[in-house]
């Protein structure tokens, strides 16, 4: 919020709006923050970063209704009918700009990582908490504090932008285009689209202590490898044979050839209860004590001495004992190894039983976990009761999430807002010409990533469906500010507090984003990046290519039979 304030000091020459904007906002975002609480006491770490870059998105929406007040005031309006004038000028475009947002964030609400739902719920919240307090808590504080004589309003400081623009139309469209040709460019030579993080510990704070505890504990005492553990679970009577089979399948060639070491388990404490009858039967045969005789004979001809040798032979003979084999029942009369194998119940018939997969390698890269995961998956494709966990799985689920999540979320986003553009301008032409920002800013982002190098992780790929939703609010407002204009030189005065606000709330939201790189997750750093790049070129794409746009069509008379006045 410090750094918006900033840029209200940079743009404008009025102190007190801004800090009604701001105070506006904040209002705004409690009162979302305070009723997701309501409904989910518990936060994610995404979501509870938000708050940074709702401070750039909130403040938007006064912004445009002050920039639109401020021309009012000029024009020798009182503060009551500036205040009104504003909010009918700007209602429908704002609505339709907080509308969209929230249409991209929805389009997260059913996403299967948590972290992501949880984060379009408080964003949505957040956004409608500040449109309310925009139309209710504003327009009254405006009225209540400005004591100025009319007339004695200060012009926008960047409204001649707007006359700049109109000047050299055409150049600006050439170059707006040429910039969005180089990036694709740039793109097609890397591949054409940009490629998944492969390594998902970006998803964790840096620096990070037990991250690096981990590689360094993996290096130096466990050959460079890692442990997955296969939760096994069966009837108490089919649990060791269950465990049995699953050691079997993970022992495989494949297994074997995708790292797996070694399986550690019940297997290796307790013999398979199937095969025992006949274990049974061939050591009925078996002369016990003709056996340790010969054990005996055997070290007395040799240099040992013998009673070094007394627990082997002691062993034997157990071994060699055709009495019933020990079951779970014996081993669950120790309990410090039971515990590690069954869930900590008590339980005298467990139903559950872990084994642990020890691979020769680690598994931070895509390739090495796949191959691993996936050849293990094959192995226990056959056994219902065996489920892979630890990290090394749970971060293919989240991959496959995302390869999903991120189309539905894309079409979703776009879908909901061409609906909302059709309902509100309900002319093909003013919905293509609102979309311009948002097709250059998407095109733009995906090049740049691809061009850059840059990887999308589950939390940075959010940014397309969220540029969706944010990068058409500067069409919206431009096209909605030329409805019912003539000529070129008309439309340049009319867009003079448009484009003043379109600058400001471009730039506020650009820092919300910007904001993210301050926090120590890499991947929330990289969705800021990300996020602001995409809105800044979509700021390009507004006043490079659409306002040129506006202008042509402006000077033709190309309006159509609609003789409607501007919206509001």
Known sequence: MGAVLVLFAVFDRRWAQSLLVGATAGV???????????????????????????AGLGVDYGIHLVSRYESLRESGLDPRESASGAVRHVALPVTTNCATSIFGFASLWFARVPMLSDFARLSALGLAGCLLCTFTLLPALLVITDRRPAGRAAPARFAFVAGALARRPRRLALGSLGLLGALVALAAVQGGVPRLESDLTVLHPRPNPALEATDEVLARFAGSGEVIPVLIRAPAA???????????S?????????????????????????TAPAVREVLAGVDLDAALRAFDRALEESPFEPAAYRGYRDLLADILRPDPPPGMAELLRHPGVAERLFPRSGAAAPTETVLLVRLGRALREREARTAVVGAMRAALGDHPGATIAALAAVSEELEAATRWDLPLAVLVSTALVLAWLAVVFRRAADVALALTPLVFATVATVAFLTASGQRLNPVSCIAIPLLVGIAVDSGVFLVSASRGVRGAGELARELRPTVHAVLLTSATTVTGFAALGAVHTPAIRSLGASAAFGVGVALVGALGLLVPLLLARAARGARGSDPAAPLG
């Open 28 to 54: 705004g975002m409690l009162a979302g923050f305070g009723a997701f609480a309501a409904v989910s006491p518990v936060i994610s770490p995404l979501a509870a970063v938000v708050a940074a870059m709702l």
């Open 238 to 248: 089919d649990l060791l044979p269950a465990a049995i089979d699953a050691v079997a």
């Open 250 to 274: 993970l022992s495989g060639g494949a297994c074997r050839e995708a790292g797996v070491a070694d399986v550690l388990g019940l297997h290796s404490l307790l013999p398979d209860p199937r």
